[in-house]
């Protein structure tokens, strides 16, 4: 296993080029489970998440090629329907093949996600809305296992947004019977990348990126050729570095209106934003001011910047309240930041950060994907040196993360455990 490490203190300048988003990578890819022939997938990045998704489709009978951010994944044969457990146990987005395998071949056995770092991520939501769409569902084994003759077009509304529930039941509807509604849907930008190109596909889709979202099935749909979004969230990791070293990053190949929310709330700690098209210029204040947040769906703060956030307040002036909606357990970083001597209190899903003036580098452990993140962002920052361990959550969201650091100045190495 590999580990980074850091020697901060420094400001970070210069340009980073950001990547495809791996939440709109992984659905697309699915998704073209539904046309036989060769689709083709540009700006996708190089991920352990979309190694996984490409070693699942392979298992289904896909072909999958990867080469210079351009994805090649012929869907003519499609012969297996079962998504196993130790894939899925690696990659809850595994889940993603439930609605196109039942579109297309009227069946699917994936293994259930079981819970990981975060929570214990049910799909209970999945399954009712493939069950409205008149699939039957059984568990065995662990797995579930979900059949249907033919998908009939229905009314389907969500007790609260999931994305990726949302996602699943798209793939499903676009080739159902007639027409499906979706309510309380989840707005995020990689659920409108989904359907952008499911549209691409021949699909009949209304309304993406609200809550109520409208599919008229068709008979068949045609092979892709798509280019995925920028991420999102990697571009609002780097502001957050930017933030946090008093920096000046410009970040290139970005979507700069899919960040309202981030932007908006950085811009009350101090930092300096200039926008321009594709491009965003990040400014950082010689002392970070304390912000509070509470996490919440799309177009709300994001739940996968929260971590990144709390390492910020960790050195701003003043005292920060994050209040974490989402998920159950998303504070794993907590422990690790305090270990770098942050002043941070938990009552409930409640934290309160207390800036300091300083962070001390110390021995660190991942624990998951935006974790691993808010100890690079504390790291950079910090005086002296720190080493992250078990850095492969980290791979699995950020490409090539230490170069784009080292690009901006950062003193930091990867290296074997
Ligand atoms: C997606 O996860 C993202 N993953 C997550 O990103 C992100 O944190 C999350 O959305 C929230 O924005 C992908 O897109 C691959 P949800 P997802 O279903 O779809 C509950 C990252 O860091 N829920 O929107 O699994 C659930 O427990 C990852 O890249 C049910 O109760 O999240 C959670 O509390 C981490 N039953 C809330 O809804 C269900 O059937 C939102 O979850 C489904 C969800």
Redesign the pocket.
Known sequence: MDKLVIRGGKRLVGTVTVSGA??AA??IMAATLLAPGEHVLRNVPHLRDVSTMGRLMANLGAGFHLEKNRAILDCTEIKNYEAPYDLVSTM??SVLVLGPLVARLGKAKVSLPGGCA?????????LMGLEKLGATITLDAGYVVVRARKLKGASIYFD??????TENILMAAVLAEGKTLIENA?R?P?VVDLADALIAMGAKIKGAGESIIEVEGVKKLKPLRYRIIPDR?ETGTFMAIAGITGGDITLRNTRPDHLDAVINKLKDTGMKFRLAGKSIRVIGPERLKAVSTTTM?YPGF???MQAQLMSMMCLAEGASVISEK???NRFMHVAELKRMGADITIEGGIATVRGVRRLTGAPLMATD??ASASLIVAAVAAEGETSVKRIYHLDR?YERIEEKLQSLGADIIREKE
Not at 118 to 126: D, E, F, T, V, W
Not at 160 to 165: D, K, R
Request: aromatic residues 2%.
């Open positions: 791996k939440n992984l659905p809850r987005a975060i929570g214990a991520r049910p799909i209970n939501l999945h609260m947004p999931t994305v990726t529930g989840a995020e990689e969230i769906p994001p739940t996968d989402i998920f159950e994907l935006r969201g």
